[in-house]
C-alpha cells in the first residue's frame, strides 16, 4: 500500500519512539549529604549562608512524604581533576590548604573576596556539593534516574575559576556541564539561572562557548543590586563563539511575581531552548526571589517554581537537575524546594494566584532582551515593532500585588500541596460509538475506524494499564438543551426512525454531514461519556481525562449540525462542568482541530467565564467553514469581548513551528492570565503530518509539548477530547502521545524546526495586535524594526557575519557563500527605482544607486524575496503595452529570469522573515507602510546573468492584478525607506515563503478552462450562525463571504439573526465541467443517496478541503497535475547520453529520492532527503524536475505536478530504464 511522505515520516518516528506503559514511571533522583552542615561563619553566626538552610529543606521534603518518593543518590566528593574543569590548580591548591588554616588566618583570607566567609570543612563540603552535582549528572544522562535535585550547600554560580566570591568556592554546575561534555559526550547544555543575583562567574566561564547557552533572570536595578557589574544587563549577549548564547534577563524594580517569571520564561527563554536543543538541563536554584526573601525582594511564589520547573521538563527530553543555589527565607526556600521536587516527581502543576500581570518594568526588560538577542535567535526575530498601549482611565500598567509574606506563602501553598487524586489519567472509549457510519460511502474520512484504532494504539502502548477507565452513558435531552434548541434537537433524534432516502434527504439540510440511524445513539454516547470524565476530573477520581469518543463535535450550532458534528460535546461539557460545580466556574477550551470551531464560538462569544482559543487553517476565509468568523478581529462581544481568541492560518503549510510559536507567544501567556479551572481541549489531529483533509505537518511530539504546556493550567485538570483527524495513523499516535503526556510521560524531542511562516507570524503579531488591549501577558513593547540588525537571521549565534559568510551545507560541512556558486542576478524594489539587488559571489546586495548604502544579503536570504527564476536564458521583460496576445505574455514571461509580484496586503509590513514552503518563493516586505493616496510606483526587473544584463521598467498599474501581484502600489520614491539587509544560513534555503503566491499566469490554455459568470450559479443557503459555508468533507460548493461586509455588520446581523450575503461559488471551472453535465439521471439518483450533497460530491478532497488545483491558487497540495505550465518551454531534450535512473545526488550521493533537473539533466535528491534539488533549483533558475522514484514531474515555479506531453518524452525514457518497457499509451 503506498503512503504518503507525511505518514512514512509519522510511522519511522513512532518507530523510534518508546512509549511503553512501563516507562511511565519517572523516577527523580535527590542527593543529599549532612556532612554539608558542617561548615558556617565562625565570626558570624547570623550570617545568611548557614547550615539551616539545607537542613530545613530535608525537614519540609520528609513533611510533604517526597523523600520516599525520590531514589537517594549517594554523595561523594569530587575528584581534583573534576575541579579541575574550570578552576585552576592554583586556586584548588589554595583551597585546599584552607583546611589547616586557623580562624584568623581563614578571616583574613576571606575578607580578599567579595561575600565570603571560610570554614576548615568549608573545602571539604565545596567538593562533596560539586561531587553529589556530579553523580546526578552521570545518572541522568546515562537514563538510571529522569532527573534530580541536589540540595547541597555552599552555593557555585558566583565562583570563579581562581577566586571565590558570593558565598561561592567552586562552581558546581559549571564543572557539572563540562564533565557532561567530557565524560558524556553531551554536546548542548542549557543552564537556566534563577537565584536573585547574577551567576556572573558561569557567564564569565562560558560566555565564549557555543556549547553551552547560559540563561539568567536576575534583580538588577540598573547596575545598583550586586553584583553591580554591566556584564549582568541584556547587552552582555557572549564573546567570540558564544555570541549570543549568554542571555540575561535584569529586572530593574523589586516585587517581580510570578508572572514576570513566567512571561520572561514564555517569551524569552522557550523559543530560544527550542531552537538550541539542550541535550541536558541544569538549573541554578536559587529560591532568594521567592516571596519573603530579605535579600531578594520579590515576590516569586512556590507555585510559580512549579510552572518554571514544568517548563523545563519539555527541553531534553525531560534531563533535567536543579542544584541548590540561595535563598535566605528559611520557610520560603523549603517551600519553593519542596514544590520543583513534587513536579520533579511528576505530580501536576497548582493553580497560580490572580491577578497574573506582569508588571511594566518586567516588559520592558524582556523587550530589551529580546532587541539584544534578535540577530542570533529565529525564535526572537518575529516580534513585530508594537506601540505602547493605550490604557484606559484608572488601568494601571505596572501592577504588583502587595500582599504580606504569610498571606502570599500560604495560599501557594495549600494549592501546590493540595491531596491529589488516587488516580492519574481517565479514559473513556466505547464500541458502539462506531456505530454512526456513512451507509452510501465507505470512504468518507469520518469513518467509525478512527476510534477503534486509537484506543487500539493506546492498548498496544500500554497506555490503557494505567488509565482509569471510565464508564459510558448517554445524554439526556435535558443535558443537550444547555447548548441546543429542544427543536434541533428533536430534529436529529427524529433520524433514529428514518429510512436511507429520508436520511440522506436530511442531511442536506446540513453542511458536511451524513445521517444513518445509529447517529443520534452514538452522538448521546459521545457527550454523555466525556461528561462522565469531566465529573471523574471535578470530583477528585482523576487528574485528567481523555475522551476516545465519536461523533465530532465543535462545528455544531446551537440550530444545526454542521461539518460531521451533530451535538457540541466540548461546549456542552464546559456547561456541564458549571452546572457541577454550582456556578460559573472558569472554562479554557482549546482548539487544535484544523477547522474553526465555529459552533463553539457562537456558544461562548458573549459569556466571559469560557475562554475559547482556536488555532486553525483559514486561508483568508476560503478553508473551512470558510466564514469571516474564524478571523483573528473576531474578539467575541459583549461581556465575551476579549475572551474569543482565533489564530487563523493563511498561506502557509503550518506544522511543529507555527504551533510551538503561537502557544509561546499567545496560548499559554493568556492562559496563565485567565486562570482556568478546567481545560477542555478540543483535540482535532486533522493538522497532523499526513492527514489528507489539513495538509498540514504537526507530528505527534508536538501534540505531546502543546499537551505538557496545557497541563501546567487548572491545577492539572485537562480533558482532551477527539475531535476530527483522518489519517488512521496519525491520530492514532498523535493522541496517544497526548495521552502518554498526561500519564507523566516527558514530552520527546521535537528535532530541529524550521523558521516559522512568514505568514504565520505575521497572523500571531495580527492576533496579539487586537488582543493586547484585553490581556496585559501581551503587551510587549518591542519598540524597533524587526528587520534591524538581522543580518544573520537564521544563523546560529556561532555562525556570525563576514565579509565571506561561513554557512552550513546540508552535509554539515562548513563552506563559504562564495563557494555556492549562485547565478548572478539583480533586482529593484518595488517603488524605489534607486534602490536595487544584486547578486554576486553567492550573495545579494541592496544596492542604492545614489551611492548612499550599500548592504549583503547572503543565498539563504535570497529566498525570501519573490524572485522566481523563469530561465537560465537572459532575456528583455516587456511591458504589458509592448505585448499583444496572452501566448505573447506567456512566451515573454517564461523568458525572463526574474519577476517580482508583492501583494499590496504585504507591504504594510515591517517584518522581513523567512517562511517555509514547497518551491522556490520568497518576500519582499518594505520596512515602512505606503501612503495609500500617493500614486503607483513602478517596479522595475533586471536580470544580470553570465555578464549579460538587460533592464526594463513596468508600470504597477499593467502588472496583473491578483493574489500575489502587484495592485496599485500606493507610494513613491520619497516615502519608500531602505528595506533592511538579512543574512541567513544556506540550510534554510527550503524555507519557506509562502505568503506570496507566484504570478497568476494568464495563457490560452488557461483562458479555455475559464467559465464565463453564466454558465455555473449556486444558490446561496442560510445559516442561523451566519457562516458562510465550504464544506468539510465536501457537502456543499465551496463559497466565499462577501468581502463587503465589515465586522461590524456582521456582528449586528448575528444578533438580529440576519442571513449575511454570500458570493458565487469559485469554482466555476469545475462545475462547469462536460464531466458533471454528462451525468446520467441514474447517476443522479445514485449520487443523491450518498450522503454528499449534489453540487460538488465528484470534487476530489483536496479541492473540497480548500486545497485548490488551479494555478491561481495561493497554496498548491492537490495530487491532481496541472495540465500545462508556463515553464514547459525551458524543457531541453534528452541528452544523446541518455538518462541514469539509478544515479545518485551530485551533492551528497545518497540514493533515496533522486530527482533529474530538465533543463540541465543534472540529478540531486528531494526535499525529503537533502533539498539539494531546491538549492539546484534556486542557483540556476532550473524549475522543472522529474522524480526517479515515481517519475512524475515537479514545477517549482508553480509548485504543482505537471502532466503535459512535452514531457512524455523524458518520462518514457526514464520508465524504460527503469522498467524495461514503454509507458502504457506511449508512442
Not at 495592485?967 to 509562502?994: D, F
Request: with cysteine; charged share 20%.
Amino acid at each position: 500500500m503506498d503512503r504518503s511522505h507525511g505518514e512514512e515520516d509519522v510511522i519511522l518516528k513512532l518507530q523510534q519512539m518508546n512509549l511503553n506503559g512501563d516507562s511511565l514511571t519517572t523516577e527523580t533522583g535527590l542527593v543529599y549529604d549532612e556532612r554539608m552542615t558542617e561548615f558556617f561563619c565562625i565570626w558570624d553566626k547570623s550570617f545568611p549562608e548557614c547550615p539551616e538552610r539545607v537542613t530545613y529543606v530535608m525537614e519540609k521534603i520528609r513533611q510533604y512524604g517526597l523523600l520516599e518518593r525520590c531514589v537517594q543518590v549517594q554523595a561523594r566528593a569530587a575528584t581534583e581533576d573534576e575541579l579541575l574543569l574550570v578552576h585552576s590548580q592554583e586556586y584548588m591548591e589554595l583551597m585546599k590548604s584552607t583546611q589547616y588554616m586557623s580562624e584568623p588566618e581563614l578571616k583574613s583570607l576571606a575578607d580578599t573576596y567579595d561575600s565570603i566567609f571560610l570554614h576548615p570543612k568549608f573545602y571539604e563540603c565545596a567538593c562533596l556539593a560539586v561531587g553529589s552535582v556530579l553523580q546526578l549528572v552521570d545518572k541522568v544522562v546515562s537514563a538510571e534516574i529522569q532527573n534530580g535535585l541536589a540540595v547541597v550547600r555552599p552555593p557555585g554560580h558566583h565562583a570563579y575559576w581562581e577566586k571565590m566570591n558570593g558565598y561561592s568556592m567552586f562552581n558546581n554546575l559549571a564543572i557539572a556541564a563540562n564533565y557532561a561534555k567530557q565524560n558524556h559526550g553531551v554536546e548542548r547544555i542549557l543552564i537556566v539561572d534563577w537565584d536573585v543575583h547574577h551567576g556572573q562567574s558561569l557567564q564569565y566561564i562560558f560566555e565564549d562557548d557555543s556549547s553551552i547557552l547560559y540563561f539568567s533572570i536576575h534583580r538588577y536595578e540598573h547596575g545598583e543590586f550586586w553584583p553591580h557589574l554591566p556584564e549582568s544587563d541584556s547587552q552582555a549577549v557572549g564573546i567570540g563563539r558564544g555570541e549570543g548564547y549568554n542571555i540575561n534577563i535584569p529586572w530593574n524594580k523589586i516585587g517581580m511575581g510570578d508572572a514576570d517569571y513566567i512571561t520572561a520564561f514564555l517569551q524569552v527563554l522557550m523559543p530560544v531552548a527550542y531552537e538550541f536543543r539542550p541535550q541536558l538541563v541544569l538549573v541554578a536554584a536559587g529560591y532568594d526571589s521567592a516571596v519573603g526573601d530579605i535579600k531578594g525582594e520579590m515576590q516569586a511564589s512556590p507555585s510559580c517554581f512549579a510552572i518554571l520547573t514544568h517548563l523545563l521538563m519539555s527541553l531534553a527530553g525531560g534531563k533535567v537537575i536543579l542544584s541548590l543555589e540561595g535563598g535566605y527565607n528559611l520557610q520560603a526556600l523549603a517551600e519553593g524546594v519542596s514544590a520543583s521536587l513534587k513536579i520533579l516527581l511528576g505530580d501536576p502543576c497548582p493553580r497560580l494566584a490572580v491577578p497574573f500581570t506582569p508588571c511594566q518594568s518586567a516588559l520592558e526588560s524582556i523587550c530589551a532582551t529580546i532587541m539584544a538577542h534578535r540577530p542570533y535567535w529565529k525564535g526572537l526575530q518575529n516580534f513585530s515593532a508594537d506601540k505602547p498601549v493605550e490604557l484606559e482611565d484608572g488601568e494601571a500598567a505596572s501592577a504588583i500585588t502587595k500582599k504580606e509574606f504569610a498571606e502570599v506563602l500560604q495560599e501557594s501553598v495549600a494549592e501546590v500541596f493540595r491531596k491529589l487524586p488516587s488516580e492519574r489519567t481517565a479514559l473513556v472509549y466505547d464500541e458502539r460509538m462506531k456505530e454512526h457510519y456513512n451507509m452510501w460511502d465507505s470512504q468518507h474520512p469520518e469513518l467509525p475506524q478512527r476510534i477503534s484504532c486509537i484506543y487500539a494504539q493506546h492498548e498496544s502502548q500500554q497506555l490503557t494499564e494505567h488509565c482509569l477507565r471510565i464508564p459510558v452513558r448517554s445524554a439526556t435531552e435535558e443535558e443537550l438543551q444547555m447548548c441546543h434548541s429542544l427543536k434541533y434537537i428533536q430534529t436529529i433524534k427524529s433520524t433514529v426512525d428514518m429510512k436511507a432516502r429520508d436520511l440522506h434527504r436530511q442531511s442536506d439540510e446540513y453542511i458536511s454531514i451524513y445521517l444513518s440511524p445509529k447517529t443520534y445513539d452514538c452522538a448521546l454516547l459521545a457527550t454523555g461519556s466525556t461528561f462522565n470524565v469531566v465529573e471523574a476530573i471535578l470530583t477528585g477520581k482523576a487528574q485528567n481525562g481523555v475522551a476516545i469518543v465519536r461523533p465530532p463535535g465543535h462545528h455544531a450550532e446551537k440550530n444545526m449540525a454542521c461539518g460531521f458534528c451533530f451535538f457540541n460535546t466540548v461546549a456542552l461539557s464546559a456547561r456541564y462542568a458549571q452546572k457541577l460545580m454550582g456556578y460559573k466556574m472558569k472554562v479554557m477550551i482549546l482548539d487544535w482541530d484544523i477547522h474553526h470551531g465555529n459552533g463553539t464560538q457562537h456558544i461562548f462569544e458573549d459569556d466571559p467565564s469560557v475562554l475559547y482559543v482556536s488555532l486553525h487553517r483559514y486561508d483568508h476565509g476560503l478553508f473551512f467553514p470558510s466564514s469571516e468568523d474564524a478571523n483573528y478581529d473576531m474578539v467575541g462581544r459583549g461581556e465575551g469581548e476579549g475572551f474569543n481568541i482565533n489564530i487563523p492560518w493563511s498561506n502557509g503549510r503550518m506544522g511543529n513551528p507555527e504551533y510551538i510559536s503561537a502557544f509561546l507567544r499567545v496560548v499559554m501567556p493568556v492562559a496563565y492570565e485567565f486562570g482556568p479551572e478546567l481545560v477542555l481541549v478540543s483535540a482535532g489531529f486533522d493538522a497532523a503530518q499526513g492527514d489528507p483533509l489539513g495538509g498540514y505537518t504537526v507530528t505527534p511530539e508536538a501534540y505531546a509539548h502543546m499537551t505538557h504546556m496545557l497541563s501546567s493550567l487548572a491545577g492539572g485538570k485537562v480533558i482532551v477530547v477527539l475531535e476530527g483527524g483522518y489519517n488512521l495513523t496519525s491520530i492514532s499516535e498523535s493522541m496517544s502521545m497526548c495521552t502518554w503526556t498526561l500519564l507523566g510521560g516527558t514530552p520527546p524531542d521535537l528535532g530541529r524546526m524550521k523558521t516559522p511562516h512568514l505568514s504565520a507570524m505575521q497572523s500571531i503579531s495580527n492576533v496579539i495586535g487586537v488582543h493586547r488591549k484585553y490581556w496585559s501577558s501581551l503587551r510587549l513593547q518591542v519598540t524597533e524594526p524587526v528587520a534591524e540588525d538581522t543580518s544573520i537571521q537564521g544563523v546560529t549565534p556561532a555562525q556570525k557575519t563576514s565579509p565571506s559568510p561561513e554557512v552550513k551545507s546540508a552535509e554539515g560541512k562548513h563552506r563559504s557563500s562564495s563557494e555556492l556558486h549562485m547565478s548572478p542576478c539583480t533586482l529593484s524594489l518595488p517603488a524605489s527605482p534607486e534602490q536595487t539587488i544584486k547578486q554576486t559571489d553567492g550573495s545579494l546586495t541592496f544596492h542604492d544607486l545614489s551611492g548612499s548604502s550599500e548592504q549583503v544579503v547572503d543565498d539563504d536570504s535570497f529566498h525570501q524575496m519573490n524572485l522566481t527564476p523563469k530561465s537560465v536564458m537572459p532575456t528583455e521583460l516587456q511591458t504589458s503595452e509592448q505585448i499583444s496576445g496572452d501566448k505573447e505574455i506567456s512566451d515573454k514571461i517564461i523568458a525572463s529570469s526574474v519577476q517580482i509580484y508583492v501583494d499590496q496586503e504585504h507591504l504594510q509590513k515591517s517584518t522581513v522573515v523567512q517562511e517555509p514552503t514547497e518551491g522556490i518563493r520568497a518576500t519582499v516586505e518594505l520596512a515602512k507602510s505606503l501612503d495609500n493616496h500617493k500614486p503607483a510606483g513602478q517596479v522595475t526587473a533586471r536580470m544580470q546573468s553570465v555578464g549579460q544584463r538587460t533592464e526594463e521598467q513596468v508600470p504597477t498599474d499593467q502588472l496583473p492584478v491578483g493574489q500575489g501581484s502587484v495592485e496599485q502600489i500606493p507610494g513613491s520614491q520619497e516615502n519608500v525607506e531602505q528595506v533592511t539587509a538579512h543574512t541567513v544560513s544556506v540550510e534554510r534555503l527550503s524555507a519557506e515563503v509562502e505568503s506570496i503566491t507566484i504570478s497568476e499566469l494568464k495563457s490560452k490554455e488557461a483562458k479555455a478552462r475559464e467559465v464565463s459568470p453564466n454558465q455555473s450559479k449556486t444558490t446561496p443557503f442560510c445559516m442561523s450562525e451566519s457562516l458562510s459555508s465550504v464544506p468539510v468533507g465536501g457537502a456543499r460548493q465551496k463559497v466565499k463571504s462577501n468581502a463587503s461586509v465589515s465586522k461590524e455588520s456582521r456582528i449586528k446581523a448575528k444578533e438580529e439573526n440576519e442571513i449575511l450575503p454570500v458570493a458565487e461559488t469559485e469554482d466555476k471551472a469545475v462545475v462547469s465541467n462536460p464531466v458533471f453535465q454528462e451525468k446520467t439521471h441514474q447517476e443522479e439518483l445514485l449520487g443523491e443517496a450518498t450522503g454528499w450533497s449534489n453540487v460538488l460530491r465528484s470534487v476530489p478532497f483536496c479541492q473540497l478541503f480548500g486545497n485548490d488545483v488551479s494555478l491561481e491558487s495561493g497554496t498548491l497540495y492537490a495530487v491532481t497535475p496541472l495540465p500545462w505550465c508556463p515553464h514547459l518551454e525551458t524543457v531541453h531534450p534528452v541528452p544523446s547520453s541518455g538518462l541514469n535512473v539509478l544515479q545518485t545526488c551530485s551533492d551528497c550521493g545518497t540514493e533515496r529520492e533522486n530527482w533529474v533537473c530538465l533543463v540541465c539533466y543534472q540529478v540531486y535528491c528531494g526535499r525529503y532527503v537533502n533539498e539539494h534539488m531546491l538549492m539546484h533549483g534556486l542557483s540556476t533558475g532550473h524549475l522543472l524536475v522529474l522524480s526517479y522514484t515515481d517519475l512524475s514531474v515537479w514545477c517549482y515555479g508553480c509548485e504543482s505536478y505537471v502532466h503535459n506531453k512535452v514531457l512524455f518524452e523524458v518520462q518514457n525514457t526514464a520508465h524504460r530504464l527503469k522498467y524495461g518497457e514503454h509507458m502504457a499509451g506511449f508512442n
